[in-house]
């Protein structure tokens, strides 16, 4: 009886070991490319495909320039994929279509693969050449975890959210020069002021103010972003714009690393009018009088200085319109933003006051909001022209 006991037990030690084998197997994946001959981005795909080193994939070439039936099979394919106006280079893997050839597409082509290695999909073209009836849930949605920027290389997405370029973006956006040296200037007048008291109020109205009037004209940016956000053209010009604004405050960076070039829209009289009326208002007897000063102070400079401001805070507006979210968290998000756009100016204020001393803040502040947010716009503006879909958290 043992002989056969040991017999047996072997036996079924080789049927599991050969079910786990052939469970832990990857899955067949066919890869089918459809290219035109005279295609030069199909010939840069098809030497892509050809060194792809993964032993499970299938790749299936479809020439279409010389073959009728290919032809009809690709008119096929991107009706199925509703991608009726697409053109060569046209790729499928399972129920993913990817149109035209770059560095992203690499990316997302390796993880498609990666991610079916292991995981169970529908082979779609297979279905349209067996004449399958094709259902809607045999498409898939393309899962992107990082994303490949030129010149600036692979960036990863995870832990990116709203929230967080909120935060981000709002506290670059706060060390604006432009608003910065009006704060500046009324903190030098108030520190030769007597009156703490005095002092705190006219600063803390002032900035309030300033991130009051920065709130409604971000509300009313997103209510005209809402209505546009669909538009293609749109999305181009305000991409572009975001580009060119980004690369302009990038090179001010590099210029002020020789000259401290300080604020480059308001014009010098317009500058000494503004020094003069945060003069007479710190110097007003009257309390009421003065808040009223410094109130129309805030608003007028924030208006003035909307155009050195206005990049960042209209990026984001654009990014919460490619999201669809309820008109409470617009204004959530709105709010976070504005919050941490004014949390500098307070930091820097409280600072100043608490320590007398404001020599040198104007300088540093100047030079890496420059950078910083010269990069957060050029980022942000390739991704509205080349990956919108990026920015479309929820």
Request: hydrophobic share 50%; with cysteine; net charge negative.
């Given at each position: 009886m043992k002989p056969r006991l040991y017999l047996i037990t072997f036996l079924i030690l080789i049927l599991s070991n050969l079910s786990f084998n052939i469970v832990k197997a990857k899955n067949q994946i066919n890869i089918y490319f459809f290219h035109d001959i005279y295609c030069y981005h199909c010939n840069l795909l098809e030497v892509y495909l050809e060194e792809l080193d993964y032993?499970?994939?299938?790749?299936?070439?479809?020439?279409?320039?010389?073959?009728?039936?290919?032809?009809?099979?690709?008119?096929?394919?991107?009706?199925?994929?509703?991608?009726?106006?697409?053109?060569?280079?046209?790729?499928?893997?399972?129920?993913?279509?990817?149109?035209?050839?770059?560095?992203?597409?690499?990316?997302?082509?390796?993880?498609?693969?990666?991610?079916?290695?292991?995981?169970?999909?529908?082979?779609?073209?297979?279905?349209?050449?067996?004449?399958?009836?094709?259902?809607?849930?045999?498409?898939?949605?393309?899962?992107?975890?990082?994303?490949?920027?030129?010149?600036?290389?692979?960036?990863?997405?995870?832990?990116?959210?709203?929230?967080?370029?909120?935060?981000?973006?709002?506290?670059?956006?706060?060390?604006?020069?432009?608003?910065?040296?009006?704060?500046?200037?009324?903190?030098?007048?108030?520190?030769?002021?007597?009156?703490?008291?005095?002092?705190?109020?006219?600063?803390?109205?002032?900035?309030?103010?300033?991130?009051?009037?920065?709130?409604?004209?971000?509300?009313?940016?997103?209510?005209?972003?809402?209505?546009?956000?669909?538009?293609?053209?749109?999305?181009?010009?305000?991409?572009?714009?975001?580009?060119?604004?980004?690369?302009?405050?990038?090179?001010?960076?590099?210029?002020?690393?020789?000259?401290?070039?300080?604020?480059?829209?308001?014009?010098?009289?317009?500058?000494?009018?503004?020094?003069?009326?945060?003069?007479n208002i710190v110097k007003t007897k009257s309390l009421p009088l003065a808040l009223i000063g410094i109130i129309a102070l805030a608003v007028t400079v924030n208006l003035i200085e909307l155009a050195c401001s206005a990049g960042l805070p209209l990026l984001y507006t654009q990014i919460l319109a490619y999201n669809d979210l309820s008109q409470v968290a617009y204004l959530g998000y709105v709010s976070v933003y504005v919050l941490f756009f004014l949390l500098d100016d307070l930091i820097v204020f409280s600072i100043a006051m608490l320590t007398f001393k404001v020599t040198g803040i104007s300088n540093k502040y100047t030079k890496y909001s420059h950078l910083i947010g010269g990069l957060i716009m050029a980022i942000i503006g390739i991704l509205l022209i080349f990956f919108p879909n990026i920015l479309m958290f929820n």
């Open positions: 032993e499970n994939i299938n790749i299936i070439k479809y020439e279409i320039t010389n073959s009728s039936e290919n032809f009809e099979l690709f008119e096929s394919v991107k009706n199925a994929f509703q991608d009726k106006s697409a053109l060569t280079p046209y790729t499928v893997i399972g129920g993913i279509a990817f149109i035209g050839f770059n560095e992203q597409t690499k990316v997302d082509i390796e993880n498609t693969i990666i991610r079916y290695s292991e995981n169970d999909f529908v082979d779609v073209v297979d279905k349209i050449i067996n004449n399958e009836a094709i259902r809607t849930s045999d498409f898939d949605v393309l899962i992107r975890d990082t994303i490949n920027i030129p010149i600036i290389g692979q960036v990863n997405l995870e832990g990116f959210s709203l929230l967080l370029g909120a935060i981000v973006i709002g506290l670059v956006d706060g060390f604006n020069p432009c608003a910065m040296w009006v704060l500046l200037f009324l903190i030098t007048l108030l520190i030769n002021n007597k009156d703490r008291k005095r002092m705190w109020i006219l600063g803390i109205v002032f900035l309030f103010t300033s991130a009051f009037v920065y709130f409604l004209i971000m509300m009313s940016w997103l209510q005209i972003a809402l209505k546009l956000s669909l538009i293609a053209w749109f999305r181009y010009i305000i991409g572009t714009f975001a580009v060119g604004f980004g690369i302009y405050n990038i090179i001010n960076y590099i210029k002020s690393l020789k000259v401290d070039d300080g604020c480059n829209v308001t014009e010098k009289p317009q500058r000494e009018r503004i020094l003069n009326r945060i003069k």
